[in-house]
């Protein structure tokens, strides 16, 4: 045991059979024996009954004040409970997200008071958002890789240790220029050049691998671009598809830092957040895999500007390709297949890229009417 109370799962570098037959018996409640068994059961792809109803899961998300935590966790309060999401990141919340519900101070790098956390508050799912996406990732590959794989060592530790549902989302970026690329498919080479892919391939396969290994209910969506209304692009190679939208509004004019041929995989932040949920709800028995693909759509700048132009004629859009971002967007596939998704638990998206463009102009525009 480290400094802390970090537990390091090394049983297979030397810790003796007795000594690891004791660490999971108290980890998971049962002897390792039993552990197995469920695993062997898990592998055969036996039919398995629906668990019984269980009290509502007590959700802690990491990262939660980037763009997906809050609407998350909106939607995870009304299904289970105020009280029983609690949001956390390493910024000040703006009042509205301090008055909806509990909000914690939580760095990932920190395991001890993480840990604390999970304990104090009985936390059973954890979702972990906090990561430098892949733009930001490339100007600091440094802090990228401390928050991007240390921290998810930490969550993922923490979640052995506490027999968590531990959901890490991944992305598009997790695929390389030697990935298939129209459809990408879940099971393919991957092989990223960004850190922030190299690290999200790396949390897939050490999630998979301490599910084979240990047990661990790890759940993991690669997720297309996310695009929504109520939060500031964050560094991501999508964001142009946010920022138009705005500008389209604001001054009539965007300029993109992509080709206007640049073909991306996206999706609705409704879809995606209803996505999260289903499958974190999905028993284990229906999973053929732990790590998903998830589509919705796929569109050029060229096309979403078409498509809004039909609400706002006069829109201008002019493009700068940025070397670094029009590089990344190169090298990704230009269309998930979903299929796994589809027949394992259900997975159906709702909005498409002509619903899209109609929430967003009116959800940008409500958002910015003055209060009477």
Known sequence: MQPGGRVYVLAGLGLSCQCF?????????????SMHGHLSKWNR??????????????????????????????LLRKQYGTENVILSDIKKPPPHVCKSGPFVYAD????????????????????????LLSAVGE?????????????????????????????????????????PRDPVPDLCVQRPQTIYGVSKVHGELMGEYLHIKYGLDFRCLRYPGVISFNTHPGGGTTDYAIQI???ALSKGHHECYLRPD???????????????????QAPECQLSLRTYNIAAMSFTPEEVAHEIRKHLPHLKVTYNPDAVRQTIADSWPVRFDDTNARRDWGWVPVFGLEELVSDMLHSIQDKCLPVS
């Not at 590959?141 to 794989?149: F, H, P, S, T, W």
């Open 21 to 33: 037959r004791s660490w999971t018996q108290n980890l998971f409640g049962r002897s390792f024996g």
């Open 45 to 74: 792809n036996e039919n398995c009954n629906p668990p019984p109803a269980q009290e509502n899961p007590r959700v802690l998300i990491t990262g939660g004040l980037g763009q997906l935590g809050v609407g998350l966790a909106e």
């Open 108 to 131: 990932v790098l920190d395991y001890k008071h993480l840990r604390e956390l999970v304990v104090n508050n009985g936390i059973t799912w954890l979702v972990h958002y906090s990561a």
């Open 139 to 179: 100007a600091n590959v440094a802090l990228a890789r401390k928050i991007n794989i240390t921290g998810l060592h930490n969550v993922l530790d923490l979640a052995l240790e506490n027999c968590l549902r531990l959901f890490v989302p991944s992305t598009i970026g997790a695929f390389g220029p030697s990935s």
């Open 245 to 247: 939208f705005h500008d």
């Open 262 to 280: 640049t073909r991306l995989p996206m999706m609705h932040i409704s879809d995606c957040h209803r996505a999260t949920i289903e499958f974190m």
